[in-house]
């Protein structure tokens, strides 16, 4: 069977995108896990479905390049709201659910579009680490010269390790320079170091407000795929909402392609 699918790049993160408003799309894990091979496949970091919803504009699916069916991916959500405008679903506001609940959107006049996150609550500190959720788990470790640190092995000791059981954790290592944060990040589902993550980049930016003990409401990201934004309201410690993921979300090509 024929599908036709989108090549989506949302800072340093691609994606394989398809249109399944007529729930023709099923595929099996190991059938995704193949499209998104970089050798045998398309390639990509992970698939994302756009399927109709009652309620909201449309409903976001997105599968892990494993094959699993993962929890929010905030580089991808742009990406998706790109191709919903794309198909005439949106102009430049949105409204969409996904596996965590409804997220707001804008399409901003610089091409970047700002992606409404998840509140957060219960952020835990451990020796000056933090474990929290933006969407999706992720531990931020605060350290120096991070692009030494090898983050595939030390990333994949802390995500299997037994304080994280049965599901396991997203890590970011991240640093401070000239008031920006630096992040390197390895990503479950993937089991490598992504080049950049969307919830992985919240969680830093949210992290680095508790870590430094300020009211700083708005940080720039850094990563391999390139920049972000992240700004938040600070109710406390613990607390955080209005959290907003402001990066660029590209269309790369669009093709065909037989299972």
Not at 28 to 45: H, K, M, S, V, Y
Not at 93 to 110: V, Y
Not at 130 to 139: A, I, K, M, Q, V
Not at 201 to 226: F, L, N, V
């Amino acid at each position: 069977m024929k599908f036709n699918f989108y090549k989506y790049q949302g800072t340093g993160n691609d994606f394989v995108i398809m249109d399944n408003r007529e729930l023709k799309v099923k595929f099996t894990e190991q059938q995704i896990n193949t499209l998104c091979d970089r050798r045998f496949g398309i390639g990509a970091d992970g698939l994302m479905l756009l399927e109709n919803d009652a309620d909201y504009d449309f409903a976001m699916k997105y599968f892990n390049s494993d094959g699993k069916e993962s929890t929010m991916c905030g580089n991808g959500g742009r990406c998706l709201v790109s191709f919903a405008k794309r198909l005439g679903i949106i102009d430049k506001e949105t409204q969409f659910k996904a596996i965590d609940g409804i997220h707001k959107a804008i399409l901003n006049n610089d091409e970047t579009i700002s992606l409404e996150m998840q509140d957060v609550s219960g952020v835990n500190a451990v020796n000056n680490n933090y474990y929290l959720n933006t969407g999706s788990p992720h531990y931020v470790l605060f350290r120096d010269e991070i692009d030494k640190i090898d983050v595939i092995n030390r990333g994949r000791e802390i995500r299997y390790s037994g304080e994280f059981k049965p599901d396991g954790t997203n890590v970011n290592f991240v640093e401070f320079k000239n008031n920006e944060l630096y992040v390197r990040t390895y990503e479950r589902g993937v089991e490598n170091e992504t080049l950049s993550c969307g919830t992985g980049a919240t969680a830093s930016a949210i992290s680095a407000s508790i870590h430094t003990k300020t009211d700083k409401s708005s940080y720039r990201i850094i990563t391999k795929g390139g920049n972000l934004k992240v700004s938040f309201e600070k109710i406390d410690n613990k607390s955080f909402k209005n959290i907003w993921l402001t990066g660029p979300a590209t269309f790369v090509f669009k093709g065909e392609i037989t299972i």
